[in-house]
């Protein structure tokens, strides 16, 4: 009679559900990282992806407000509007965001291929035309386009669109009201933990203020 595995050992044997994989907060894209992809989408073609990454790189909304968005959203007139607004599903805010020049066209451009109209997902998947793109399939797309420009998927996720401009802004200009608001924060403690602010950030930009 063999005798039954001690508890030690069942927890010895226990393998973490993190092991082999990155975890934490996924970093932002590098401005040369987003031309890439961009360029890639535009020789290709691929009218929705690049709609789909412009628009999330602009919005720095988390990837469940990206995928539920609705043409209404930013082209109530069929066509794109030059700032928008969308109630945060996380947390029943509202907040703001621009579409710059490059982001318009590329909606613009995306809308007329495929007919689609205010009152209808903007976003659509392999479900059919009335159902939205689900989050996992945005994740496996921005997985393709940073694979396709040679950049580790495994290294980001859809939480780095949301951090690129939002991350970019910060270091140009160090104001964390700006960033706070257009991120959707409650709490200026939650924009400075999420853009990864230390001590030495601060310090620096003080450095460039003379009084």
């Known amino acids: 009679m063999t005798d039954a595995p001690s508890t030690s050992d069942n927890i010895s044997k226990h393998v973490p559900w993190n092991k082999g994989k990155i975890v934490g907060a996924k970093p932002p894209l590098r401005p040369k990282h987003v031309w890439s992809v961009r360029t890639k989408l535009q020789v290709e073609g691929r009218t929705r992806d690049l709609a789909l990454f412009n628009v999330a790189i602009d919005s720095k909304l988390r990837g469940?407000?990206?995928?539920?968005?609705?043409?209404d959203d930013i082209a109530p007139s069929g066509y794109a509007a030059?700032?928008?607004?969308v109630r945060q599903k996380k947390t029943g805010r509202p907040v703001k965001f621009e579409l710059t020049e490059s982001t318009r066209q590329a909606i613009d451009d995306y809308l007329r291929a495929t007919g689609t109209k205010p009152g209808e997902h903007l976003f659509t998947g392999r479900r059919?035309?009335?159902?939205?793109?689900?989050?996992?399939?945005?994740?496996?797309?921005?997985?393709?386009w940073l694979a396709d420009i040679r950049l580790d998927p495994h290294l980001f996720g859809t939480h780095s669109l949301r951090r690129t401009k939002a991350t970019l802004i910060y270091r140009r200009t160090g104001n964390l009201r700006a960033v706070q608001l257009l991120l959707g924060h409650t709490k200026i403690e939650s924009t400075v933990r999420y853009l990864g602010i230390e001590v030495d950030d601060a310090l620096a930009?003080?450095?460039q203020v003379d009084v």
Not at 82 to 85: G, M, Y
Not at 128 to 144: E, K, V
Request: charged share 30%.
């Open 82 to 85: 030059d700032r928008a607004s």
């Open 64 to 71: 469940c407000d990206v995928v539920a968005l609705r043409v």
């Open 128 to 144: 059919g035309p009335d159902r939205s793109l689900t989050t996992r399939q945005y994740a496996r797309l921005l997985s393709g």
């Open 205 to 207: 930009i003080a450095e």
